[in-house]
């Protein structure tokens, strides 16, 4: 868990004001006793997570496609090669869609930009040692244009089935 107070009480005040404004269907489903706080979710997405990201082409189509995600400073952080469609697309579109789900327990929907990340970024070092001792190599070794990505939401929602059963089966207190 690499978040910080005040990044833990951004991420809630994200959580509860996509939540309010959500339609009375998805706050049907998502109910109080199945909400995932901040805290939550900073605990349960430790290590490499598989996140569908949605992306749009030039002709307004969408696309999904899987890459590996980690939730650094409560917010996602990925990669892929620039020679990737899906690269092109944010690079001339930014806007997607991410969502993790891990099976019937619990899931993560957000919507917002991603930003490109880059050395002067003051996260890059962290994010680039993050990786690189998850993987055993640093993800700039895998190709010749490796980009990392961070996506900066504007509306995030988590999901737990059972949430109190989730937590507890993870030995997350709290």
Request: proline share 3%.
């Amino acid at each position: 868990m690499m978040e910080t107070a005040d990044e833990l009480a951004d991420l809630q005040r994200l959580l509860d004001a996509s939540h309010t404004t959500s339609t009375e269907h998805l706050r049907g489903i998502i109910d109080a006793d199945r909400r995932l706080t901040a805290h939550d979710l900073a605990a349960l997405l430790t290590g490499m997570r598989v996140l569908s990201v949605a992306t749009v082409t030039a002709a307004g189509e969408p696309r999904i496609s899987a890459l590996d995600g980690h939730f650094l400073h409560a917010t996602w952080t990925f990669s892929t090669s620039a020679t990737a469609a899906k690269a092109r697309h944010l690079q001339a579109r930014p806007a997607v869609s991410v969502a993790h789900i891990d099976g019937e327990e619990m899931a993560v929907f957000s919507h917002g930009r991603v930003e490109v990340m880059s050395p002067q970024d003051p996260r890059w070092g962290e994010t680039i040692d993050h990786w690189t001792a998850h993987y055993g190599s640093s993800p700039l070794s895998w190709g010749d244009e490796i980009r990392m990505y961070r996506l900066r939401p504007h509306w995030m929602v988590g999901y737990a089935f059972k949430r109190t059963e989730l937590l507890a089966s993870r030995g997350i207190t709290g």
